[in-house]
C-alpha cells in the first residue's frame, strides 16, 4: 500500500471518529475503554491518546483549555504525552471534556467480600 494510499484512509478514519467522539455517550465509551486499557498495563499513552481524540470532536485543545484554564501548550504537552501528568491534571481535563471520576470496586473485590 503506498504512502497516498494510507494517509487517505487513515484521515478518513480519524475524520469519522471525531463525528462520533461528539456525541458524548460515545466519548464516554471511548475514555471508559482507554481507562481499562490503562489499568490493565499502566501505559498512560492511549489514556492520553483518547482524551486528545474527544477534547478534538469537542472543539479542539484551545477550547478544553480555557474551560480548563490552563494554557494551550501546556494542554497539548500533557496529551501529547511529553509531561508525566499529575493526577489533578487528568481530572481538571476529564472534568473540562464534561466527565467525572468516580469509584467503584472491582468484581474480584466484590466477590471476595460477597457484594
Avoid: C, W
Avoid at 501528568?85 to 468516580?102: A, C, E, K
Amino acid at each position: 500500500m503506498n504512502r497516498e494510499t494510507v494517509l487517505k484512509h487513515t484521515t478518513i478514519f480519524k475524520k469519522n471518529l471525531l463525528k462520533a467522539l461528539a456525541d458524548p455517550n460515545e466519548a464516554q465509551a471511548y475514555l471508559e475503554a482507554a481507562l481499562m486499557a490503562y489499568e490493565a498495563d499502566s501505559n498512560t499513552d492511549a489514556l492520553l491518546l483518547a482524551m486528545r481524540d474527544v477534547a478534538q470532536a469537542q472543539g479542539g485543545i484551545g477550547q478544553l483549555a480555557k474551560r480548563v484554564g490552563i494554557s494551550r501548550e501546556h494542554l497539548y504537552n500533557v496529551l501529547a504525552s511529553k509531561h508525566n501528568p499529575r493526577l489533578d491534571n487528568l481530572l481538571s481535563i476529564l472534568s473540562g471534556l464534561g466527565f467525572q471520576v468516580r469509584l467503584e470496586p472491582k468484581s474480584d473485590l466484590k466477590r471476595a467480600v460477597g457484594v
